[in-house]
């Protein structure tokens, strides 16, 4: 029997989403000398988080730092906020954020929308998240220390997790389809080895 095309697409979404997250630093004016700077991370081939060079990249308003995310992008495109905690688990600080691409939206529309298999979907962006962050814990460490110096002593033992909002979240949540959107706590557990992985073991790289 044929796959019906629900399935087809389904099943072809599921192949893309196996590739990295790939997301571009944001970058935000800095309209005042009192600025919060945190670099921006581009998770980028193979999800390998790289550090952009220049000025600007990345940084944020002091107030938008602190109190998070303020509302959904206007041009439909997704935002990924990172966040790092220590003793208190219900305590977020805000460390990053970056703009998802096309491959990261027909993601995260598949996870919204497909009529099945949206775990597999939502695993999927936990388990690229997991991976760019923890490629890039040493610097995302020092992000979040330069910006919430209270958090130096915990520095090398910080918990990470991620947000994202978007246009089609924010409508879900606001006619009650699915919860308002927390902060999503992910774990080095959750980074599956690639076959890169597995070829670095190989030949002791």
């Known amino acids: 029997a044929m796959p019906s095309p629900a399935r087809s697409l389904t099943l072809a979404l599921v192949a893309v989403s196996t590739s990295a997250l790939q997301l571009q ?10 600025v919060a700077r945190t670099a921006g991370v581009d998770m980028g081939r193979k999800g390998r988080p790289k550090m952009p060079g220049g000025a600007g990249m990345g940084m944020m308003p ?16 997704s935002l990924f906020y990172l966040y790092c905690r220590a003793e208190r688990k219900d305590l977020w600080y805000p460390v990053s954020v970056m703009k998802g691409d096309g491959s990261s939206q027909g993601l ?18 936990d388990e690229g998240m997991a991976r760019s962050i923890f490629e890039s814990e040493r610097q995302l460490a020092d992000m979040a220390v330069r910006t919430h110096p209270n958090l130096q002593k915990f520095k090398t033992r910080l918990g990470w997790g991620y947000k994202i909002v978007n246009q089609e979240i924010a409508a879900k949540e606001a006619t009650g389809e699915m919860e308002k959107m927390k902060v999503v706590p992910v774990f080095k557990d959750m980074v599956k080895p690639g076959l890169l992985d597995d070829l670095r073991k190989k030949i002791g790289v």
């Not at 002091?62 to 495109?77: C, F, H, L, R």
């Not at 995260?108 to 962006?125: M, T």
């Open 25 to 34: 630093p944001l970058v935000l004016p800095s309209s005042s000398r009192n």
């Open 108 to 125: 995260i529309g598949a996870w919204l929308n497909s009529p099945f298999a949206k775990q597999v979907f939502k695993d999927r962006l």
């Open 62 to 77: 002091g107030g938008q730092m602190g109190q998070g995310p303020k509302g959904p992008p206007e041009d439909g495109s």
